[in-house]
């Protein structure tokens, strides 16, 4: 368990006495978004049109927040089009790492034996948690976003008509205040085009 400080691993966990005991997460550092042409999103750069085969997932199994985006990747009939590694369950004194436990697997896009080297892969210079989910582009070699309920929006809405809409205009207010409710983000969360064309080659 620990944290990068400018691009070195440093094997400490939160300071809850600095938050009066409380577990207070840091933003998520990456928020770009892959819509279906290459836009930009609501926030970070564009560059990232939704095209099969070109971003990958690094989850673990252990983790609530990677869950929903294996479960939207699902729903949405993106097995074949987004590839995924899952870490080891148990996160240790380096963080996440790959690794044989069952369920688990190699980094087979950029080979790393740790998730943090992954994140150094995309800012050498990297300070902040190493968390799961991460959407990794593999064609610019870098991360697209590390915060999951961004992630299953654009997986919701970027790559075509496929598999169910779950964030309806009818339902969006409400699902956004769920969210909201249930891990209160500090960008301000905003809608996402979804009516995209088709998944793109
Ligand atoms: N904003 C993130 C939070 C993800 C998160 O906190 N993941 C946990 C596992 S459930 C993690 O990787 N924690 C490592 C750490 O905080 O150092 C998201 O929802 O995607």
Redesign the pocket.
Known sequence: ???LVDGVWHDQW?DTKETGGRFV?K??AFRHWVTADGAAGPSGEGGFPAQAGRYHLYV?L?????HRTLIVRALKGLEDAITVSVVDPH?GHE??VFGDSPGAGPDTVTGATRLYEVYLKADPHYTG?????VLWDKLRGTIVS????E?IRMLNGAFGDRGPDLYPDDLAAEIDALNARV?PPTLEMQRTPHSAPALAA
Do not use: F, Q
């Open positions: 368990m620990g944290l939160y997460r933003d998520a673990s252990a983790c609530p927040w990677a996160m963080g996440w948690r190493v968390t799961v989910p590390n915060e999951s309920a992630i891990y």
